[in-house]
């Protein structure tokens, strides 16, 4: 081959091997087998109970046996069944609506910041406090809820909300609430990483609106799709606490779900829960498996995609009337998404016996004594004990994620070694808490630690990890692969791989750790049913007091509103990052 | 400090002589004591010092049965082992610092014998390996010296030995060979076609990586001569980014002991990084470390050969950052151990790359002189295109030169009147 340098033109050739082929192996190091071993230890400690639980699941009185299944034939799981259906359906058509929310954003590029924080605001805060904020809001009372008072004010009267039928319309809005935002910055993060010079050709050839939407839209952004379907299907078959906490005890029969009837069915031995769990898990796990087709895909978001630095379509031109139309519809959207958290602040914001009595736009009362009645020794211990927790997780999370993670993308694993182990810590990811919290509870009282936070906090990182290993993975696998392996090859190109791994990563190593700080934060599933009396994280002193809803109204939003205080500044303020982190491989 | 050390280790040795001694005669003793008891402890007693004793003398059997002599009346088959012992040592010595020139003059006068050998010598289960030896030692020879001609036809013939004796191994090397035979007389078509194929089966036995790796790499130095065909920037930019692809691949699969395919694979990656350099007149940093890694692995097996081409390489990256003079003194390091080895062709190859430096810097008499060196160590420039475009343009630069002073003495005449103005 004839080079051209600088007016020479230099001929040169390459080198090849000759004579007798080498035996032997290529290196392998075995360091990075051994970096396994963390991960292994931390997910044993679901392992094992999960092992435990699915034998106790098939072991009968007399041997073992499909006996507990029964538990299925019941009434009661039966009409659990068909609510977590009804739940999956929820969340498909969620999906649909973050799309829409998505798609509206764009026409409405200057209030798009706005609706954002609005819209992940809910996903901040933890589900229980959303699920008190919707009972405030729809308190039967027509002087103390919102939409009672409101309802009843133009129709002179108003239906029960939280009363037989009526209540699922209060739990779906509460979940909207929750995950809207979620979605649509997701998926917004998804259309902004459309190449600008594709979406110019689209145009150019006149392909608009449905068209455009079907063929060029939905196709490129069918990983996201994937991601956010799975994430949204996984927490409605996992659902619990927010029906727990939004739905009152008398309507539990009606708004059971599988979760929640492995809870109420938990006292009654081992087998029939230990049935239920593991249906529960093999229809989260069925999901997650066929998610993953969507997923095994690898992606790469282009580089500054989402700092619009890249030339990659951004906002959508629209005509000035468009957006003011677009506007008049985003704008309520923001306003009726903004005021759950707005009742609960208000809430907090009137004395006690003003809260249990009056609605939260009553001008008597206002005052900081609900704060003030909160904040004694058990309120700071919790929070200090909810921080030492989620510290204690995000830490292992991170640490052992990195070094799992690596392993995964570039240990140089056998290909089928590595294909099981992703798979598995997919299976991992969406086991739910019912699945390994019973023997986990049982063997924790046994050896006196139930409330330590020290325990706690390494049951919330193995429960973590699976899924910020999945995430790290796949931002590591979306780096060049040429650099990896000159990198790992040539020990001198190290630190300019370095350099350049670890910027196309930081955002997915930003997202695990905020995501696992605050939802261990916010966890309320965990706490409950591992944690004995001794631990008291901030969402079971809520839970507590939450029980005696009606009369402790005021107590209750304002311990909701210091909660909410450090999972709220620290997400908000790390928004961006950790999308761009949670679509790190997923872009089109 | 060393002699610290040195103390260290005796005493460690020590310590380990007299603890083994004692462990020797602690067990002796037992043994002894075993011996004397009667029944099942004699027997298992008995049954270790005999296990003891084969594992002692097995080896020293094993190895006085390898050096056993070949039977006298196999004659024919006692010559094929001499020569392909005799092939193989100077195949080891060829391109290296002690014995490379004379491994290669070896070469020179031995090769005819060697190919007349490997073709006239009837292939059986028991000469197979021999033969393979010496197909071995002619394909380095054909590489060095870039005969595809020759290379091809040793192939062939090593692949026919292959298919009569039923050796997917060898017949597998034999596909390689032909293909790089193929690169090298330019029919990248055919080289293609024989590397697209992968091994169904895959050959038995432990060299599996090894032939992993010559596969990939051959693919990555396919894909560069398959980019310096191409027409445009961007094809040439995508054959060279497949190029690097392949030879990574090559560097995970390499065996750990070959370090002949570590060198050469660093060579490889840094000619495809200038290549890449040169495209996007980038600086050839990456170039430059992976020469470096090869220089280093280079020194280590003592290999004269690749450290000069890995000097010819740092040459090239010396001009891409534009400083001819630093280009110079690496092409005449790489040109004088080309030829402490006998490597006429690179060494000729150097000789070119000296003269258009002296042909950009106006240097025309030294341009000719070193041109026409590297013509001589080829055997004439006919067929080696940039030799052909240097001496042409240093013989037109020469006319010119010749012709210069005239014009020059011309101008003075016409200019004197006005001198003193």
Redesign the interface.
């Known amino acids: 081959?004839?080079?051209?340098?600088?007016?020479?033109?230099?001929?040169?050739?390459?080198?090849?091997?000759?004579?007798?082929?080498?035996?032997?192996?290529?290196?392998r190091a075995y360091g990075p087998f051994l970096s396994g071993l963390p991960a292994l230890a931390l997910i044993s400690l679901l392992l094992v109970p999960i092992v435990i639980t699915v034998a106790a699941a098939f072991r009968m009185s007399d041997g073992p046996g499909l006996g507990n299944f029964a538990v299925l034939k019941e009434p009661q799981a039966l009409r659990a069944i068909v609510n977590s259906v009804i739940w999956i359906g929820v969340a498909l058509a969620l999906v649909v609506a973050g799309f829409w929310v998505a798609l509206a954003g764009r026409r409405v590029p200057r209030l798009w910041p706005a609706l954002r924080l609005v819209l992940v605001f809910p996903f901040a805060v933890a589900v229980l406090i959303s699920g008190a904020a919707f009972r405030i809001i729809f308190d039967p009372a027509p002087e103390r809820g919102t939409v009672t008072a409101l309802v009843t004010g133009i129709f002179g009267e108003s239906p029960v909300w939280l009363g037989p039928g009526l209540f699922w319309f209060v739990v779906v809005s509460a979940f909207a609430w929750t995950w809207l935002g979620y979605v649509a910055s997701l998926f917004r993060a998804g259309l902004d990483a459309i190449p600008a010079d594709l979406a110019r050709t689209v145009e150019a050839e006149g392909v608009r609106g449905w068209r455009r939407l079907l063929a060029v839209e939905l196709p490129l952004l069918r990983p996201i799709t994937g991601v956010v379907t799975l994430t949204l299907v996984v927490a409605a078959v996992r659902l619990f606490d927010l029906v727990l906490g939004a739905v009152p005890a008398s309507m539990h029969d009606d708004a059971n779900v599988l979760g929640l009837h492995w809870w109420r069915v938990s006292s009654e031995g081992e087998g029939r829960p230990a049935a239920l769990a593991l249906v529960l898990f093999a229809v989260a796990a069925a999901v997650a498996l066929l998610g993953m087709r969507g997923l095994r895909r690898s992606w790469a978001v282009p580089d500054g995609a989402h700092s619009g630095a890249s030339g990659a379509a951004q906002d959508v031109r629209t005509t000035a009337r468009t957006r003011r139309r677009w506007a008049v519809v985003v704008a309520p959207l923001a306003l009726l998404w903004a005021m759950p958290a707005l009742v609960l602040l208000a809430t907090a914001l009137h004395d006690p016996d003003a809260a249990g009595v009056a609605g939260w736009w009553r001008a008597e009362g206002i005052g900081f004594d609900s704060f003030t009645e909160i904040s004694n020794a058990a309120l700071w211990w919790s929070l200090l004990s909810t921080a030492l927790i989620a510290l204690i997780a995000t830490l292992l999370v991170v640490g052992i994620g990195v070094v799992t993670a690596y392993l995964l993308a570039w240990g140089?694993l056998p290909r089928w070694l590595g294909r099981a182990a992703v798979t598995a810590f997919v299976v991992l990811a969406v086991a739910p808490v019912q699945l390994y919290a019973a023997p986990l509870r049982a063997a924790a009282t046994a050896a006196g630690v139930a409330g330590s936070p020290v325990f706690l906090g390494l049951v919330h990182a193995a429960a973590g990890l699976p899924f910020a290993v999945l995430l790290l993975r796949a931002a590591f696998a979306s780096v060049p692969?040429?650099l990896v392996?000159?990198a790992?090859?040539?020990q001198?190109?190290y630190s300019s791989a370095i350099a350049r791994v670890s910027g196309a990563c930081r955002p997915a190593l930003v997202a695990v750790a905020v995501l696992e700080f605050v939802l261990v934060w916010n966890d309320f599933i965990v706490g409950f049913l591992i944690s004995g009396a001794g631990s008291s994280p901030l969402s079971l002193l809520l839970w507590g007091e939450a029980k005696q809803f009606a009369t402790s109204a005021g107590p209750v939003a304002a311990t909701a509103v210091v909660a909410s205080v450090v999972p709220v500044v620290l997400l908000l303020t790390t928004w961006s990052t950790v999308v761009r982190g949670l679509t790190a491989g997923t872009a089109p | 400090m060393a002699s610290a050390q040195s103390e260290q280790q005796q005493l460690r040795r020590d310590i380990f002589k007299v603890s083994g001694a004692l462990v020797l005669s602690v067990l002796g003793e037992l043994l002894a004591d075993g011996l004397t008891v009667p029944g099942t402890v004699r027997t298992a007693v008995t049954a270790a010092l005999v296990v003891l004793v084969l594992i002692l003398v097995t080896p020293t059997v094993r190895r006085l049965w390898k050096l056993r002599r070949p039977p006298a009346q196999d004659e024919a088959r006692a010559r094929l082992r001499s020569h392909a012992e005799r092939a193989q040592h100077w195949l080891e010595a060829l391109g290296s610092s002690g014995n490379g020139l004379a491994a290669a003059e070896w070469f020179e006068q031995e090769e005819k014998a060697l190919r007349k050998l490997l073709d006239m010598t009837e292939p059986t289960a028991d000469s197979v390996d021999d033969l393979a030896r010496i197909a071995d030692a002619l394909d380095t020879w054909y590489v060095r010296t870039r005969r595809g001609r020759e290379l091809l036809t040793t192939s062939e013939r090593l692949s026919s030995i292959a298919n009569l004796v039923g050796r997917t191994d060898l017949q597998e090397l034999a596909n390689l060979r032909t293909a790089t035979a193929n690169r090298l007389l330019g029919e990248l078509a055919a080289a293609a076609g024989l590397l697209d194929d992968e091994p169904v089966p895959p050959p038995p036995g432990q060299a599996n990586d090894a032939m992993r790796t010559r596969r990939l790499l051959e693919r990555g130095l396919l894909h560069l001569a398959l980019a310096d065909r191409c027409r445009t920037d961007d094809d040439r930019a995508d054959e060279a980014r497949t190029a690097r692809d392949r030879l990574n691949e090559a560097g995970m699969a390499i065996p750990r002991a070959d370090l002949a395919a570590d060198i050469a694979l660093h060579i490889n990656l840094a000619l495809t990084y200038l290549y890449e350099s040169a495209l996007y007149e980038s600086a050839p940093d990456a170039a430059s470390e992976h020469a470096r890694l090869a220089m280093t692995h280079a020194e280590t097996a003592h290999d004269s050969s690749a450290q000069a081409h890995a000097s010819e390489l740092f040459g090239v990256a010396a001009t891409l950052k534009g400083n001819h003079d630093e280009a110079r003194s690496w092409w005449q390091e790489a040109e004088r151990r080309y030829a402490e080895v006998g490597e006429r062709e690179a060494q000729a190859r150097c000789l070119q790359h000296l003269g258009a430096l002296a042909v950009a810097a106006g240097e025309q008499r030294e341009a000719t002189e070193l041109l026409t060196r590297s013509a001589r160590l080829r055997g004439g420039a006919a067929g080696h295109e940039v030799l052909e475009h240097y001496l042409g343009k240093a013989a037109s630069a020469d006319r010119d030169e010749t012709t210069r002073p005239r014009r020059a003495q011309r101008r003075r005449w016409c200019a004197w009147p006005r001198r003193p103005v």
């Open positions: 081959m004839a080079l051209s340098v600088a007016g020479l033109r230099i001929e040169l050739v390459g080198r090849e091997i000759t004579g007798r082929p080498v035996p032997g192996r290529p290196r140089g692969p040429s392996a000159e790992l090859h040539g001198t190109t």
